[in-house]
C-alpha cells in the first residue's frame, strides 16, 4: 500500500512539472524595444516587409535612356553653324543619354580626313556634315548610309514635307538620300546701303548692273566687290557661282562635262573683270578672307552664302552694323530667275556599328525637327524648312528670311553638279581659273587646259 502510494505521488509531480513547461512554452514573450529598428548588420536576414521598400526607390525601366552610354564623334566643318551644334549638342546629351565629340574642320581638311576615314573603313566619324557637291561620290563608293529606310520608318515624326523641295538636294543622289537636309544656303548679293545711297544707284537686278556698280563704287581705298580667287575649291565655286547666274554650265545636255563653250568663255572673261575692282591680293582669297574685306568696309558688295547674313550685323565681328541689305544675287538681262543653293547635309558612316548608326539618326531627325531647327537658327544655324523661314519671331529676327523664302523656291541645287567626278572638275577649274586670274593663261586656254585634265583623270 505504501509503495502505490508513493507511485500516485510521484506521477502527479510529474504531470503537474509537464504541464506547467508546456504552458511555459506557448506563452509569447514581451519583443524588445530594439527588434522595432531595422537590422544595422549584414548578418541579419531581411524579411520580405523589410525588402520592400527597395522596390519603390528602384529606377523604372522605362526611365532607362535607350542610348545610354553610347558615343558619337561628329566631324563638322566649321562653318557659321558650328555655334548651333556648340549650343545644341550638349541639350541632345541631356535628353538622350548619347555623348556627342565633334571635330571641327576647315573645308579641306573635312574633305581630306573623312575621304581617309571612309576608305580605311575606320570608322573613326561616326556622323559628317556633307557638302552639297559630294553626294554623288558618296552614294557611288558607299562611304555614308542611304536614309530613305529610316527616313520611311519614321516618317510619321520627321514632318518632311515641311523641308523646303530643293533642300533635298542636300544629299540626294539617283532617288537615294546619302546624307539628311541640315543647313540650306541661297546664293545672295550683300551690298552696303550707305554707299548705295550715297552714290545714287540702286542695288543691280542684272549682271550688267552689277559690273556698272562695281566700278562706280571703286573710290581710292574702297572696292566694288569682294570675291574668291584663291587656287583650289574657292574660286573654282566661285567661278560656277557666276556661270550659273550667266546661263551657262559645266555640263551638256547628255550630262558630260563641257567646260570650253562660247558661254563658259564669255563668263570667265566677266569674272576677271570684276576682279579688277576687288581689293588687292584677292587671288588669294579663301572664303574667310572674302568675309573680312566685306565685314571691315573694305568693299561696297559681295555675293555669298546667305547663313552669313546675321554677322554683319553682330559688333564683336563686324564694323559695318545697320549698313548692309541683302537682295537676291543678280542673274543676266533677259534671263528666268533662278538662284545659286548650296549648304551642308548630313550623313552616317557607312562602317559604323548598327547602334551607333541607329544613334546617329537619333540626332539628326533630333536636330532637324521643327522646334530644334527654331533653336538652331537663333544660334547660327541655316534653315530648311518653310514653317522656319515664315515663322513671326525669326522674320522679325531675321527680316531677309521672306528673300531667302523665294531664293529657295527657285533654287538651283545642280549647278555644281552633284555627280562622282564633281571634284575632279573641281580641282581642273581651282587650277586654271585661278591661272588665268593671275594672267597666265587666256579665259579659252584656262579652260582648254581645266577639260583635258578631267577627261585624264576620268578615263
Known amino acids: 500500500m505504501r509503495n502505490k502510494l508513493i507511485q500516485k505521488i510521484m506521477y502527479s509531480c510529474l504531470l503537474l512539472v509537464m504541464v506547467v513547461g508546456m504552458v511555459g512554452c506557448s506563452t509569447p514573450t514581451a519583443a524588445p524595444t530594439e527588434a522595432v529598428v531595422a537590422p544595422t548588420t549584414e548578418a541579419a536576414a531581411p524579411t520580405k516587409e523589410a525588402a520592400a521598400p527597395t522596390k519603390e526607390v528602384a529606377a523604372p525601366v522605362e526611365d532607362v535612356k535607350k542610348f545610354d552610354g553610347v558615343e558619337l564623334t561628329l566631324a563638322s566643318m566649321t562653318d557659321q553653324y558650328v555655334s548651333a551644334f556648340r549650343y545644341l549638342i550638349p541639350l541632345f546629351e541631356e535628353e538622350t543619354g548619347i555623348k556627342v565629340v565633334m571635330d571641327e574642320l576647315g573645308y579641306v581638311d573635312l574633305y581630306q580626313k573623312l575621304t581617309a576615314d571612309f576608305v580605311g573603313k575606320t570608322a573613326q566619324y561616326d556622323l559628317m556634315t556633307v557638302d552639297i557637291v559630294w553626294s554623288g561620290e558618296y552614294a557611288t563608293n558607299g562611304y555614308t548610309l542611304p536614309l530613305n529606310d529610316f527616313m520611311a520608318r519614321d516618317a510619321a515624326v520627321t514632318n518632311e514635307a515641311d523641308i523646303m523641295p530643293v533642300a533635298w538636294t542636300l544629299g540626294e543622289y539617283e532617288g537615294k538620300q546619302w546624307a ?3 543647313a540650306g544656303y541661297a546664293n545672295v548679293l550683300n551690298y552696303r546701303k550707305d554707299l548705295f545711297e550715297a552714290a545714287g544707284i540702286t542695288p543691280p537686278t542684272t549682271q550688267e548692273e552689277l559690273l556698272a556698280a562695281v566700278k562706280q563704287l571703286t573710290v581710292g581705298d574702297q572696292y566694288g566687290i569682294a570675291l574668291l580667287g584663291a587656287k583650289g575649291s574657292a574660286v573654282a565655286q566661285d567661278y560656277m557661282s557666276f556661270l550659273q547666274q550667266h546661263g551657262g554650265s559645266v555640263l551638256d545636255e547628255s550630262g558630260k562635262v563641257a567646260l570650253v563653250t562660247p558661254k563658259n568663255i564669255e563668263t570667265l572673261e566677266f ?3 570684276l576682279f579688277k575692282y576687288a ?8 572664303w ?4 573680312t574685306a566685306f565685314r571691315n568696309g573694305t568693299v561696297a558688295m559681295m555675293e555669298g552664302w546667305s547663313i552669313a547674313r546675321a554677322g554683319y550685323e553682330n559688333p564683336e565681328m563686324s564694323s559695318i552694323v545697320g549698313k548692309v541689305d541683302v537682295t ?3 542673274v543676266s538681262a533677259g534671263m528666268e530667275p533662278k538662284y545659286g543653293f548650296g549648304g551642308w547635309g548630313i550623313g552616317i558612316n557607312a562602317s559604323s556599328d548598327p547602334q551607333k548608326q541607329e544613334a546617329a539618326w537619333e540626332f539628326i531627325k533630333w536636330i532637324t525637327s521643327v522646334d530644334i531647327q527654331k533653336e538652331w537658327v537663333k544660334h547660327d544655324g541655316a534653315p530648311i524648312r518653310r514653317s522656319t523661314l515664315e515663322d513671326p519671331e525669326l522674320v522679325a529676327m531675321y527680316p531677309w528670311f521672306p528673300l531667302m523664302l523665294n531664293s529657295f523656291e527657285n533654287g538651283d541645287g545642280d549647278y555644281r553638279p552633284r555627280i562622282p567626278t564633281y571634284s575632279i572638275i573641281e580641282n581642273a577649274l581651282g ?18 587646259k581645266a577639260q583635258e585634265q578631267v577627261v585624264a583623270n576620268t578615263k
Open 431 to 448: 587650277t586654271y581659273v585661278n591661272a588665268f586670274l593671275v594672267g597666265q593663261e587666256t579665259a579659252e586656254s584656262a579652260l582648254t
Open 180 to 182: 539628311y537636309p541640315l
Open 271 to 273: 569674272f576677271g573683270e
Open 279 to 286: 581689293p588687292p591680293g584677292s587671288t588669294d582669297y579663301w
Open 288 to 291: 574667310d578672307q572674302r568675309e
Open 328 to 330: 537676291a544675287a543678280p
